[in-house]
């Protein structure tokens, strides 16, 4: 997975995410960061934000482009330009 981040211009980070755990009404993403800086990442998401997650990708799915970024054989480096 990579990612980026505008405090640090157009570095690109690479990372994976290592779990998700409920504490009361929020779910915590963990993401370990592991190129060029070594991160733990935590994302709260209450309910309201799993929905608008869920949509987005149910809407990409009935599209086609979800399944077209998962399974194509290109290297997704080279491909991302400006995201």
Known sequence: MWM??????KTELSGH???IERKEK??????RITDPVKWHVRAALNF???????MIII???FLGSFFFVLF????????????
């Open 4 to 9: 980026r981040s505008p405090g640090l211009g």
């Open 17 to 19: 995410f290592e779990r």
């Open 26 to 31: 929020w779910l915590i993403l963990h993401m």
């Open 48 to 54: 309201k934000t799993v929905m608008r997650c869920a």
């Open 59 to 61: 809407k990409h799915v």
């Open 72 to 83: 194509k054989k290109n290297d997704d480096r080279e491909t991302l330009q400006d995201f």
